[in-house]
């Protein structure tokens, strides 16, 4: 078995602020992700990475710059923090790309003020 | 592209009755179909998972079959608990694809 990490779980930020998300896995899987999911709704993907020096761009990568600094690691980056944005930021990974499920990190929520 | 759809939003059911949480997708290439449990303030967890065509799946009380014919992927429970209440997603997986997720369908069950 393995875990992902997210650091922080709780993450406060002003308007225009650049804000950091990390996230861990000692899965040993190739792959990694960061989905933001707005209250109850579904996930959406920001970036994603196949293996480690790999970035790819998702769904909603306006506005989030990510890093995949080795392996195990994968951070995320809200370029500027806009008020009143609310949501959970779930890092997953898997061992392959497609056709695999995917496991997920605990989240971290992001409050602008 | 690929896209999944999942009708319901919303579904509130008492205890003890059945229950079936409808999915369908959309895509050109041989699929990969999932179901993924969200309890609250906790991470999404896999709950099933299917690429044999008419093959009946279970876990943990919970029942899906892939019916590639009219592209549906319905979860199922002939007996919800209160322990069940949860927001679901269907998602939709192929080689060298991303995860393609469904809305959501939050279940909540009344004692």
């Known amino acids: 078995g393995g875990i992902i990490t997210q650091t922080p779980k709780f993450l406060i930020g002003q308007e225009g602020q650049k804000l950091t998300l990390k996230c861990q896995q000692n899965?040993?899987?190739?792959?990694m992700y960061w989905y933001r999911q707005d209250s109850g709704k579904g996930l959406r993907l920001i970036y994603y990475s196949i293996t480690e020096n790999d970035l790819q761009k998702g769904d909603l990568s306006e506005g989030y710059d990510a890093s995949r600094e080795k392996k195990s690691s994968f951070s995320l980056t809200v370029t500027s923090a806009q008020k009143n944005e609310m949501a959970v930021f779930l890092c997953a990974s898997s061992p392959y790309w497609g056709g695999y499920e995917q496991y997920f990190g605990p989240g971290t929520r992001l409050t602008v003020l | 592209g690929d896209s999944v759809t999942q009708t319901e939003g919303l579904v509130t059911l008492t205890k003890g009755l059945p229950v079936m949480l409808n999915c369908t997708y959309q895509?050109?290439?041989?699929?990969?179909l999932f179901w993924y449990v969200q309890h609250l303030n906790e991470a999404p967890k896999l709950l099933l998972k299917s690429s044999t065509d008419n093959k009946r799946t279970e876990h943990q009380g919970f029942y899906a079959t892939l019916h590639k014919s009219s592209s549906s992927f319905h979860l199922q429970k002939s007996s919800v608990q209160l322990s069940d209440s949860a927001l679901y997603f269907c998602?939709?997986?192929?080689?060298?694809?991303?995860?393609?997720f469904g809305g959501g369908t939050r279940l909540t069950v009344r004692p």
């Open positions: 998602a939709l997986n192929h080689a060298g694809a991303k995860l393609t």
């Open positions: 899965f040993n899987h190739d792959t």
């Open positions: 895509t050109t290439y041989s699929p990969f």
